[in-house]
C-alpha cells in the first residue's frame, strides 16, 4: 500500500512540475486555462496574455473565448488586444459581438455586426452570427433577415440553406421552406433528407405526414438513433405511448451516450400520467447521467 501511495504522489508531483517551470509562452497558458474549469483562475491564466508580444491574434481569441462565460469584461480586453496586433480580422469582431451580447450591450452587438460586415461584404458569418443572436433574443423577423442575407451570400452551403428553411418554417412560411428542401434533396442523404421533411411537417402540425416522413427515415437507415426518436416523438403526438415508448427506447440502445431520448420518455410519461413509469426511467437516468441532474429534473417534473 505505502508503495502504491508512493507512485501516485510521484504521478502527482511530475504533473504539478509545469505550473512551477518558467512560461512564457502563450500556448502554455492556453493549454492550463483550457484544463482549468474555474473561471476565476483562468483570469489569472490568460489576462497577462495582453502584454505578452509572443502572442497572436488567435491566441488571444481562444483567450477570450475561455473567458467569455464568467469573465466577458476580461475577455473583451483581450479582444481589443487582438483587434490590436492584427487589425481587419473578422474573427475578431464576430468574438466582440458575442461578447456585447453576454453583456446585455445590444447597440454594440449591432455596431460590431455592421463593422464586420463592412470588413468583409462577401463573408456570411456575420450574417450567420446575427441570425443566432436574434433568434435568442426572440427576435425572429431579424433573425429570417439574417439567415436571408447568409443564403444569398453563400447559396451552394448546404447547412445554411437547412438553417433559412428551418426559420422560414418557424415563421410559418411552411411553402418556402419546403421548396428549398425539395432543392436540398440531391444534397442529402435519404435519411437526412426525410427527417427534415418530418421536423417540417411537425412544425406545420401535419402529424400523420411528419410520422410518414420519420417512418421513411427509419427504413432508409435502421440503426439510425435520431430516426427513431423523432418517429417515437411522431408517434407520441398522434396519441400512441406504446409506440413512442418503443422508439424511444430503440433510439436509447442505438445511443447509450446519449439522454436524450430516455429524458423526452421520461416527460412524455408523466405528461400521460404514468408516473410509476417516469419514476423508473427517472432511476435508469440518474444512474446513467449523473452528470446531467438539471436535464432529469427538467424531464421528470412531477408537480406539472
Not at 466582440?96 to 455586426?113: K, N
Not at 461584404?121 to 441570425?131: E, H, I, K
Not at 411552411?174 to 412544425?203: C, F, K, N, V
Not at 438513433?225 to 424511444?248: I, N, P, R, T, V
Request: charged fraction near 30%; hydrophobic fraction near 45%; include cysteine.
Amino acid at each position: 500500500m505505502r508503495r502504491a501511495l508512493g507512485v501516485v504522489g510521484v504521478a502527482f508531483l511530475i504533473h504539478l512540475i509545469p505550473l512551477f517551470l518558467p512560461r512564457n509562452m502563450p500556448e502554455q497558458e492556453l493549454a492550463i486555462a483550457r484544463v482549468t474549469p474555474n473561471v476565476q483562475q483562468r483570469v489569472a491564466v490568460l489576462v497577462p496574455l495582453k502584454g505578452n508580444e509572443k502572442a497572436t491574434g488567435a491566441e488571444l481569441r481562444e483567450a477570450a473565448e475561455l473567458l467569455l462565460e464568467g469573465a466577458p469584461a476580461e475577455a473583451r480586453e483581450l479582444v481589443d488586444e487582438a483587434d490590436r496586433r492584427e487589425p481587419g480580422a473578422v474573427e475578431t469582431q464576430l468574438l466582440r459581438a458575442r461578447i456585447c451580447q453576454v453583456e446585455r450591450m445590444d447597440r454594440c452587438v449591432q455596431e460590431t455586426l455592421e463593422r464586420a460586415a463592412r470588413m468583409a461584404p462577401d463573408d456570411a458569418r456575420p450574417d450567420l452570427l446575427r441570425a443566432e443572436l436574434s433568434e435568442r433574443s426572440g427576435n425572429l423577423p431579424a433573425a429570417l433577415e439574417a439567415i436571408a442575407q447568409a443564403q444569398s451570400k453563400q447559396p451552394q452551403d448546404t447547412a445554411v440553406s437547412l438553417r433559412y428553411a428551418r426559420l422560414l418554417s418557424v415563421t410559418a412560411r411552411h411553402d418556402e421552406a419546403e421548396a428549398i428542401l425539395r432543392g436540398l434533396e440531391p444534397r442529402l442523404s435519404p435519411r437526412d433528407w426525410l427527417l427534415q421533411m418530418g421536423m417540417l411537417r411537425t412544425r406545420a402540425g401535419q402529424d400523420r405526414e411528419a410520422r410518414a416522413f420519420f417512418a421513411r427515415a427509419v427504413g432508409e437507415e435502421p440503426q439510425s438513433a435520431l430516426a427513431h426518436y423523432h418517429l417515437g416523438m411522431s408517434h407520441f403526438q398522434l396519441g400512441d405511448m406504446d409506440a413512442a415508448e418503443e422508439e424511444l427506447r430503440t433510439a436509447d440502445r442505438l445511443d447509450v451516450s446519449n439522454p436524450d431520448p430516455l429524458a423526452a420518455l421520461c416527460a412524455l410519461q408523466v405528461r400521460a400520467a404514468r408516473l410509476e413509469d417516469a419514476r423508473i426511467t427517472r432511476m435508469d437516468l440518474e444512474r446513467r447521467f449523473q452528470d446531467r441532474p438539471e436535464l432529469i429534473r427538467s424531464a421528470c417534473r412531477m408537480d406539472r
